[in-house]
């Protein structure tokens, strides 16, 4: 089945430290994109992808990094200069050809610093 | 500064009534708009609007846009348990070619008691 895998589901970094999360799409799109959700907040951006090998920040790039070279994979990794990166991670995909336009979400990973 | 804004931020009814959730939109370029349905991880799919489909209905949920007044409402009849979610609005922002961002509302926490 195609599909987005993100993983793990459950993450906990120290302070100062980077974690990596993973996202994985088996659907053949070609744009990706990284959410953050905060309890009692929606969706914002954090990077996203239309091809391979190129990104953009989003609303919130500030202390997180993306790197897409493969059009399967885009990981994004929460640096130490994130200040508050507990929160709820979701990365989603898209075909960008017009008249066939969705989103797939993955599952998620929820970081938690302690 | 694009914002999308929904009300209410979080509801509570019984099963079988009937619950109107609503989104408003400033947004340059408005392409379309989408509902999403989060139960506890991934948003699911539920309905998307543009300019040549205003109105969608599946069972007991239908929506509607109204692009003279820049909002949306989703309405469920007949609630059940399992209607208990996150409901998520989000309007697709045109850049130009084929790029799609979605940019999404705090979301409506709906909680339906028995």
């Known amino acids: 089945d195609g599909g987005i895998t993100q993983s793990p589901k459950y993450l906990f970094r120290k302070e100062g430290q980077n974690v990596t999360l993973s996202c994985e799409q088996n659907?053949?799109?070609?744009?990706m994109y990284w959410y953050r959700q905060d309890p009692g907040q929606g969706l914002r951006l954090i990077y996203y992808s239309q091809i391979v090998n190129d990104f953009q920040k989003g609303d919130i790039a500030e202390g997180y990094s993306v790197s897409r070279e493969k059009k399967e994979s885009f990981p994004l990794t929460v640096t130490s200069a994130q200040k508050n990166p507990t929160a709820f991670y979701l990365c989603a995909s898209s075909t960008s050809r017009r008249g066939d336009w969705g989103y797939t979400f993955g599952s998620g990973t929820r970081l938690t610093v302690v | 500064e694009d914002k999308v804004v929904q009300s209410p931020l979080s509801l509570v009814v019984h099963e079988g009534d009937t619950v109107t959730l609503n989104c408003s939109y400033e947004?340059?370029?408005?392409?379309?708009l989408l509902w999403y349905k989060q139960e506890k991880k991934a948003p699911t799919f539920l309905f998307m609007l543009t300019s040549s489909g205003i109105e969608k209905k599946s069972g007991r949920l239908s929506s509607i846009l109204d692009k003279k007044e820049l909002s949306s409402i989703l309405n469920i009849t007949a609630t059940q348990t399992g209607d208990s979610a996150i409901y998520l609005c989000?309007?697709?922002?045109?850049?130009?070619?084929?790029?799609?961002?979605?940019?999404f509302g705090t979301g409506t926490l709906l909680a339906v008691q028995p």
């Open positions: 989000a309007v697709e922002r045109g850049y130009g070619g084929a790029t799609n961002k979605l940019i």
């Open positions: 947004v340059t370029n408005f392409r379309s």
């Open positions: 659907l053949n799109h070609d744009a």
